[in-house]
């Protein structure tokens, strides 16, 4: 069970909690101009590290606001939150 | 901790009125001041009441206005009227909820048992409110007084079932006295 600190909450179980994927995945602004590929690479290819992930959650059962979590996915640590629109913390950042 | 016998309490449906716009606009406050006579509190978690009816903070823009005196349908209106023109919400679910009441000195050992939320008074003091999880189903928690008193949001349809698993919670401490656990 990961404790994941909400910006407004404060720490809360993760069941509380629904991930929304990966992190920083901008829309193509004319999705028609794009190829089958470059199509399926927005939708469905992720780059799943092993390591620091960032993810996008949302407090479904708390306040119901989306933020982003930098989540270590061998150690399960969450290293920060911060808001969406915001800049991915670099490493060594924390 | 007092000896008060710890009970469920079945408060049925009350005024809700869930308002959406932004605290830091002088002018929305200002009209939420001026229909229900409370501003809305910006601190995550917190209420501002006075008499019967109270604010609770749902999210950074999300109230809910409660009062057990005025129908939610005028006070809808009221709030809509002074809130016209201004990037705000206002939505009337009086009819969506039912409220419960924990009452009694193992209030918090009864909610424990189905709520990750830490309801110890140095984490939960009165007058604070949460959005949480309670046996699984959406709550809305609201310490009423320092008895003490939690009140519970919780959606109609989920009611029942609700007040099964409170009075199946609460059993074993309805025949103590109320100052030592078992």
Redesign the interface.
């Known amino acids: 069970m990961l404790l994941i600190p909400c910006p ?3 720490p ?2 993760e ?2 909690f629904t991930c929304g994927g990966e992190a920083h995945i901008v829309t193509p602004r004319a999705p028609e101009d794009l190829d089958d590929e470059a199509w399926g690479e927005f939708l469905y290819l992720r780059t799943n590290p092993k390591g620091r992930c960032a993810e996008r959650w949302v407090h479904t ?5 989306w933020f982003n979590v930098l989540r270590d996915t061998v150690t399960e640590r969450i290293l920060t939150v911060y808001e969406v629109g915001a800049r991915p913390p670099q490493a060594g950042d924390d | 901790m007092s000896g008060e016998r710890t009970a469920i309490v079945e408060r049925g449906s009350r005024t809700s009125i869930v308002v959406r716009g932004d605290a830091r606009d002088v002018r929305f406050v200002r009209a939420m001041a001026a229909a229900t006579g409370l501003e809305p509190p910006v601190a995550p978690g917190t209420t501002a009441h006075h008499l019967l009816d109270a604010v609770l903070w749902l999210g950074p823009d999300e109230w809910l206005v409660v009062s057990e005196t005025q129908p939610g349908h005028a006070l809808a209106s009221r709030m809509q009227q002074a809130l016209q023109g201004l990037h705000a919400a206002v939505i009337d679910v009086s009819d969506a909820r039912v409220v419960y009441a924990v009452t009694g000195a193992h209030a918090r050992d009864v909610l424990a048992k189905g709520c990750a939320l830490d309801l110890h008074p140095r984490a939960f003091s009165l007058g604070q409110c949460a959005s949480s999880l309670l046996a699984e189903v959406p709550v809305l928690i609201h310490q009423r007084s320092a008895e003490p008193c939690f009140e519970l949001y919780v959606a109609r349809s989920v009611g029942e079932y609700v007040r099964a698993w409170l009075r199946a919670a609460v059993r074993e401490h309805l025949h103590a006295s109320g100052g030592s656990s078992p």
């Open positions: 407004w909450c404060g809360r179980d069941t509380e059962h708390g306040c119901r606001r």
